[in-house]
């Protein structure tokens, strides 16, 4: 039997990329106003940042519940004897700890693999497409998590924005905070590293911080998967994947958007950057 | 959405138990928010022991009236009270008994009334109150339930989430009440505490108990910018800060007032709350045996702390570095004027030593930055080319390790220090600084000090001149006339950034008339002024 992969909705796994690989993509919640919007499923993404930019009350986010873990894996366990999660990392969100307790209140029985990745984002989506890819050709979950693992050093991720306004705001700004406060008109390039929010490089115009995705990319010797995604800024984002073209094939690029729950902590101006190869 | 209109004792007790549980788990974030001197070095752990002791009792409340559970817990509180922030926390649950005296239940008004009372005494316990602390946000958050009343509100939880979203905001503004809290870039930790309690106990009251479990509070961030540290503030003076001293005083027929006016002049940060047969005292002092000893002829002592407050200095400095990026190297900037001091300061300069065109800073005084500075791997920017050799002979007087990247401009000093790269060790950085400095031009306008022949220009005394990349080559009637003189004769084509830091001289309106000049002029340009405060140089101009 395939080994189905689940992950959670920070991975802005498109419901496209989830039908065409099999992937199952559990919403984080984002609470505007006092209401609940389950990620991707209440609310579509376009209309997020259409709130976000002309609402004053900033948006939180939430975990899903256990429940709705054990709910899709007693759900998938019709169909499947192993299960390969993967989440957004534990310093980020506590989704990963929903997840471990989901297995607990599961009613049917099935092999459940839990990774918590350190990461998020597309950087997150690219390891459940990788798994999802490998589990489509056969393999197993203990070989699933083995290679998630084994993948989770050879993903980078670098996101660039105009604003640490909202970044700020929802107070997830981890070792960015030296960033914080510049007096100057700064486009910071932020990462992942260990696990949390790590500032990668300040430029002081858009274009030349999209520059820097751009040598970001690059500098890699050797890409398995690239993708790129952005909240509303879908021309400037043409135009960078079509300059990507150069140094990986167009097509095979993964294009998604940054999904509410990172859009709340990084705003309407983010393109982000995730890769899976060798430096 | 649920409302609540009217709130039992055993409610109270329960949602101050969750928010204790909440609190306890955000203690160690509010434990690093901590700034010395501000009293107490582990605000969080203090604020969560006390609520502990506040909790216990509130469990052998003789009944369940909401006045009977408020009153264990003050009791509570004044007997388990850790920390000048434990002192004032208990002063709340005081103002809240009171508040509460003789209820049965409460409703909205109650609440607000009792909060208002909570604020007042948390005040009235401390001798000197400063703003900037929980006491500020108590009051901020007290008065946003008292503004839900008053707007004819009587639902409990839409009063709470008026109260805790008052209390974020005051948070959030402590920085600008208190100014070791922006030197060090963090909020209040007492504050943050207070709202931390707050919000847990409205979570209770909307039900969230399962996600408190999974979740954990935010600490609030504020958008003041972080202002670098003067060599004065931050050099290690031999200053002692004393010893941290407190106990809990029984006796009979107490009197804290007037126990308050004796202790008034033995040191600082004192409080003294209590009644007539227990009294807590926390203060800061020299010489804390004369303390003991007044004490001891008042009643017994019990829970006597007195630790070493130079030790907690010495464990936040190590707090600060672990805050900090995973980098060991800091950059030291040479620089003259607030506004630029501040540049520098919030772009990660860990120091600035004052000086530059005119005011050439001796060896020695970059030497003393260096050696005050928390960190055995240095990268100095001297700013200005008369400075660089200067720089340079530090290396041999320290046994730090010491880079120059020998910036002549403000601007390439900021184009230096925005390339620093917080992954990369000292040289790899004092490398990639240099390379930067190619990126940028640099022009600075001042005025003749006398009349002279140079570069085939005729310049009379006092007459605007201007500098590109430290040659003179421009001089006019007016500064806007050699800047743009000066903007001409670069190719702007390739140009995204330009940013003109105005000087202590420099007239708003030519300052504004300038960068509506250039941006008329070349629309694909970013344009920002910024005022650097600087002498000498009425502008200086990065060409990025």
């Known amino acids: 039997m395939v080994v189905k992969v689940v992950t959670d909705s920070v991975s802005d796994i498109s419901h496209a990329m989830a039908d065409e690989l099999g992937v199952t993509v559990v919403p984080l919640n984002v609470v505007f106003n006092g209401y609940t919007y389950r990620d991707g499923v209440d609310m579509t993404t376009d209309e997020f940042y259409e709130k976000l930019e002309h609402e004053e009350i900033h948006p939180t986010t939430s975990t899903p519940a256990p429940q709705v873990f054990s709910e899709v894996y007693d759900r998938l366990a019709d169909e499947t004897d192993g299960i390969l999660v993967i989440t957004i990392g534990s310093k980020l969100s506590a989704t990963g700890e929903s997840a471990f307790k989901g297995i607990e209140v599961m009613k049917k029985k099935c092999r459940v693999a839990v990774v918590v990745s350190e990461l998020a984002m597309m950087a997150e989506g690219l390891l459940a497409i990788a798994a999802a890819k490998a589990a489509r050709d056969g393999a197993g979950l203990d070989e699933l998590v083995k290679l998630t693992n084994d993948n989770i050093p050879r993903v980078g991720l670098r996101i660039v924005f105009d604003t640490l306004e909202y970044l700020h705001r929802g107070g997830r700004i981890g070792k960015a905070q030296a960033l914080m406060g510049s007096m100057l008109g700064i486009n910071p390039v932020l990462g992942i590293k260990d696990g949390e929010v790590f500032p990668f490089g300040r430029e002081r115009s858009r274009a030349r911080a999209i520059d820097h995705l751009y040598e970001f990319v690059a500098g890699y010797s050797r890409i398995d998967e690239l993708a790129v995604e952005d909240a509303t800024t879908p021309d400037e984002t043409g135009a960078f994947v079509k300059r990507l073209g150069a140094v990986f094939p167009r097509e095979r690029i993964y294009l998604s958007k940054v999904s509410p729950v990172i859009g709340t902590n990084v705003g309407p101006s983010a393109i982000g950057v995730a890769v899976l190869g060798d430096k | ?544």
């Open chain 2, 1 to 544: 959405m649920s409302q609540m209109n009217s709130v039992a004792g055993q409610d109270l007790r329960d949602m101050f138990s969750a928010a204790t549980s909440w609190l306890e788990k955000s203690s160690a974030d509010i434990d690093a928010l901590n700034v010395f001197p501000v009293p107490d070095g582990d605000t969080g752990t203090n604020m969560m022991l006390t609520m502990r002791s506040t909790m216990d009792e509130a469990y052998r409340a003789p009944d369940h009236s909401a006045a009977g559970v408020a009153h264990a817990m003050a009791r509570g509180a004044l007997m388990g009270a850790r920390g000048n922030s434990g002192v004032i926390l208990s002063q709340i649950w005081r103002g809240l008994a009171q508040g509460l005296e003789d209820k049965e239940t409460f409703n909205a008004a109650d609440l607000a009334a009792a909060l208002q009372q909570s604020a007042q005494i948390a005040y009235k316990g401390v001798c000197n109150p400063v703003e900037g602390t929980m006491l500020t946000v108590m009051r901020d958050a007290a008065a946003a339930a008292q503004a839900q009343v008053d707007a004819g509100n009587e639902d409990v939880i839409a009063l709470m989430e008026a109260t805790v979203d008052a209390a974020a905001e005051s948070v959030a503004n402590t920085p600008k009440l208190l100014k070791v809290l922006l030197d060090a870039g963090v909020v209040d930790a007492g504050g943050q505490g207070v709202y931390t309690i707050l919000e847990g106990a409205l979570r209770y009251l909307r039900g969230e108990t399962e996600l408190m479990r999974l979740r954990k509070p935010q600490i609030i961030v504020s958008d003041i910018p972080h202002v670098v540290s003067q060599p004065q503030s931050i050099a290690i003076d031999e200053v002692p800060y004393g010893y941290c001293t407190e106990f809990l005083l029984k006796g009979e027929k107490l009197e804290p007032d007037i126990i308050k006016k004796r202790l008034l002049k033995k040191g600082e940060s004192l409080i003294v709350v209590g009644d007539d047969s227990a009294v807590r005292i926390h203060i800061h002092t020299l010489t804390p045996g004369n303390i003991l000893q007044l004490a001891a002829k008042l009643g017994t002592m019990h829970q006597v702390s007195i630790r070493n407050m130079d030790e907690q200095h010495q464990d936040f400095l190590e707090m600060q570095k672990e805050r900090m990026p995973t980098t060991d190297t800091a950059v030291i900037a040479v620089v003259a004027g607030d506004g630029l001091t501040d540049v520098f300061g919030s772009l990660g300069a860990a120091a600035v030593v004052p000086g530059g065109q005119t005011m050439n800073p001796s060896t020695k005084d970059i030497l003393q930055v260096v050696e005050a500075t928390f960190s055995d791997k240095i990268i100095i920017l001297p700013n200005n080319k008369n400075i660089i050799a200067t720089a340079n002979q530090v290396q041999s007087l320290t046994e730090k390790k010491i880079m120059v990247v020998p910036t002549k401009t403000i601007p390439q000093g900021v184009v230096a220090i925005l390339s620093f790269d917080y992954e990369a060790e000292i040289n790899a950085n004092a490398e990639i600084m240099e390379k930067a400095l190619s990126s940028v031009k640099t022009i600075e306008i001042t005025r003749s000090v006398r009349a002279t022949k140079i570069n085939g220009l005729k310049i009379k005394r006092k007459q605007p001149i201007g500098l590109l990349d430290g040659e003179l080559i421009a001089v006019g009637d007016t500064n806007l006339d050699v800047i743009n003189q000066l903007l001409s004769r670069l190719g702007l084509e390739k140009v995204e950034v330009i940013t003109i830091y105005f000087g202590e001289d420099a007239e708003e309106d030519e300052t504004e008339q300038i960068s509506a000049g250039i941006m008329e002029k070349y629309p694909h340009l970013q344009v920002e002024s910024i005022r650097g405060g600087q002498p000498h140089y009425s502008y200086i101009i990065s060409i990025e």
